[in-house]
């Protein structure tokens, strides 16, 4: 007897689990009886992804939105469909930009625009278009069985990629230049692999390669290391020049940091470097008082919880901020109390000495989010720090795993109070705290009070963000987040700083 409605909608939710619970959401077509698929493709769970294959979208967003959100993980579990190999040994690898970003476990979504591209073990050199746009160029690699491929987790999946230190050595002199900063830390690692290299070149005699990676050890000062590969290279009797494939120098000591922390350490240096060029604005000439907080308060408060996504008003703020009750929807009013609530532990805080340490972020978090917590808007008990992957909507920026969030604040506090001058100090906390994005929300705002700060600190003033510069604001942020590179973000906060705005 046919199954009924009801019968497929069981079945099918519950297929529906325990895929989720095994981490699968692609799909060929092929591995689903027809009538969970015609079920689960009617109510929209199932989105078409490439030919025969689909992947599981979430019922709560858009397909696009969804697809952004588990980018990585789709096209991992595609391919490994696609390019399966019978000795489940990898029959694929990432190579181009994005497996030098995970040289150092940066992970950002290509736009549309973008193409990845793959090198495989069968007959492929095809480009694959996937859902929205997205392409992946598929080349086959004849020497395949010859290279290390590893696999690289990225929030729970594993992409293959190339053993790190093969890829460097066989980086081309302008890929070195590209992702100098990237080799660099993976150079200062600890776990770099160079007996894995000194066998390699001892099976390859590669003249130019060798050159290369000894001229890259000499500037990253692994003078020790350097001088072992160049014994190889005068008995192998190679006569040519010591090739230098950096732009520059770099004093690092060993580290026993994971790479991604001394590539975000060497990403906050060079930010210092060029913030010290900035043509700075002129300084009040006294210091902002708490009277002076008190009347910017709501324009503040309304401007950036709105850039949030909060309905808010500056006739209610003001009401709140007088201690009238107001009927207002509880989350946006709790999200209000706690804004005030730091403007109010701002007002304290400039009256004594203060530093930019994790003892002042915990504090703004706690008085930004304790009115939201004490209104029981969490059904679970709320932690500072997040402990889960988070994405930003639309953006092709994504934060760091949880897993390297105390790593890379240890870093950031280490630079935070490294600066004479309030404006480039100002500009470096906001940047970087909110690339970090510590906590499951809020970051946006406790970047910007880190940033005023730092401004009244220093007898600037305070600025204030408008809602209307949402949108040049963010991508501002988003670009100098993706270029790992604080001058398009820093202009845009000396521009906003200089302009007579209205509020």
Sequence with gaps: MAKNYYENKVDSEFWLKDKLDEGR???EKSELDAKIYNYLKANSLLVDLYSTYFFIKKDDISALES???????IIIQFLNLRFSSNDNNPAWYLVGKYSYDFLI??????????QITIQTKL????????FSDHTILAVQDRNFEDKTVIKHNVFGDFINVLKYEYMIINSSKVQYELFEANIVSYLKNKDFDFDYLMDYFKRHQSPVLLSRFIGALRQVDEKIQALKFENLYKEYGFKKAIE????????????SKPAFVTRF???MKESKDFLKTLELPKRLKKCIDAKSIEKLSADDAYHSLTIEGYEVTKEIILKMQNGADVNSDLKNKSATKGFLRVLDFVKQLITIEYSFDQNLTDELWKNLWSPSINAGLFQHEVAIYRNHMVSIKGSQSVPPSHEKIFYLLEEFYSHANDFDDGFQQAIFLHFYYVWIHPHSDGNGRISRF????????????WLTIPVFERKNYFAALEKSQIE???????????????KDLEL
């Design 265 to 267: 350490s060497l990403s």
């Design 484 to 498: 790992d590179d604080i001058k398009y973000f820093a202009n845009y906060i000396l521009e906003l700083y200089n």
């Design 105 to 114: 476990d940066k992970i950002c979504i290509p736009d549309e625009k973008e």
């Design 25 to 27: 959401i692609v799909f």
């Design 244 to 255: 230098n494939p950096f732009s520059k120098e770099y004093k690092l000591q060993k580290s």
């Design 67 to 73: 697809f952004r959100l588990f980018y990585w993980r």
């Design 123 to 130: 007959k492929s050199n095809t480009t694959i278009k996937l």
């Design 450 to 461: 880190l940033m005023n700060l730092a401004l009244i600190k220093d007898n600037y003033q």
